[in-house]
């Protein structure tokens, strides 16, 4: 039997075939990563931790869905991904410090609404929500409501009900929020302009203190976060008689949402999401937009823990989350104007 030497076996290569095969394995990787930039993120990426910050303070509904997600996320990167809190000014100081962060895919925001806001109400604000960051993905929904303590506004039980308190009420009727320039703040002075009356904001320095003086009757109508609210009213103590949204009805099923009370198209929630800074290698961000949309929409536990924070996950991609940004600031931006609202 003829013995066949190197050259002549069929499976043998000569040079120009060996460079054949590699040049069609390298454009067959192009092309694979064309098709999923997600998977060639930045050579090596991640080979150490990555930060995120939160410009809120430990506990709240921001730092909550932030450390939610970053397990989530170290899990599924093979680094551990950290949460850094560095609360102030609603929100803008830990903001304005992040967006100078080196863009290398190491440094993360989970972004609030109250630093979409913040810029409206300080004058020194230091950054452009529209143009000084990357938006990522966003991660979840928290729904607001009307509340009120029963005791302070009887006979109450639906939002007409509570208008025509307000309006017949032989004292002027106060209501609470968060804070001045706060979600619950704007959104209460565009309804009293919808509904022709009117109601004496008396703000707090975050919810729960808001929450307490409602529990205890100083004050008798909050439009408060339901992660804040939720609580007292499963108690008995609160009674919500309005919600932001249909997202809030997984919560309080049986509300009825603003604009189904007679305020069409007055639908909203305040929200959060990821954010890099600009220039951060765009094979990253789409790695981390990828990763984020299956966590948030597909992790059954992540879902349940949000829901028992009183946030509801909701992703949108990047593009959506930044048209999303643009469109609130512009719609809020408008109501600040014309109440001449500032927090100095």
């Given amino acids: 039997m003829k013995t066949i030497t190197t050259n002549e076996h069929p499976h043998a290569m000569n040079d120009h075939q060996h460079g054949r095969r590699q040049w069609l394995k390298a454009g067959a ?82 972004f609030g609404m109250p630093a979409l806001l913040a810029p409206l109400m300080y004058k020194n604000n230091a950054y452009d929500v529209k143009k000084d960051f990357l938006s990522v993905a966003t991660v979840y929904v928290l729904p607001m409501a009307i509340v009120i303590n029963p005791a302070v506004v ?25 804070g001045t320039g706060s979600f619950g703040h704007l959104a209460m002075e565009q309804l009293k302009d919808l509904g022709g009356f009117d109601m004496q904001h008396v703000p707090y320095k975050g919810s729960a203190p808001a929450v307490s003086d409602l529990l205890g009757g ?93 946030a509801i996950a909701a992703y949108q991609d990047g593009k959506q989350m930044q048209a999303r940004l643009n469109k609130d600031y512009d719609r809020w931006s408008a109501v600040v104007k014309a109440k001449n609202i500032s927090a100095l």
Avoid: C
């Fill in 154 to 178: 009887p006979d109450v039980q639906s939002l007409p009900e509570l208008i025509r308190f307000a309006k017949t009420s032989k004292t002027p009727l106060n209501y609470t929020s968060s």
């Fill in 218 to 310: 100083q004050i008798g109508v909050m439009f408060a976060d339901v992660v804040a609210a939720l609580p007292h009213i499963r108690a008995g103590k609160l009674k919500a008689i309005a919600l932001s949204s249909p997202n809030a009805k997984v919560l309080l099923p049986g509300v009825k949402t603003v604009s189904e009370q007679g305020f069409a198209n007055f639908d909203f929630d305040s929200w959060g999401g990821l954010i890099a800074p600009l220039d951060t290698p765009q094979a990253v961000i789409d790695r981390l937009n990828a990763e984020t949309r299956d966590i948030v929409t597909t992790d059954k536990e992540l879902q349940q823990k949000l829901v028992t924070a009183g």
């Fill in 29 to 110: 990787a192009a092309s694979l990563a064309t098709l999923m930039p997600g998977a060639f993120a930045k050579a090596g990426w991640p080979d150490k931790y990555i930060k995120m910050v939160v410009a809120f303070p430990a506990g709240g509904p921001t730092d909550t869905a932030a450390r939610i997600l970053a397990q989530k996320l170290s899990e599924r990167l093979g680094q551990q991904v950290v949460i850094e809190n560095k609360p102030g000014a609603s929100g803008s100081i830990g903001t304005a410090g992040f967006i100078k962060s080196p863009a290398d895919g190491y440094n993360l925001s989970m």
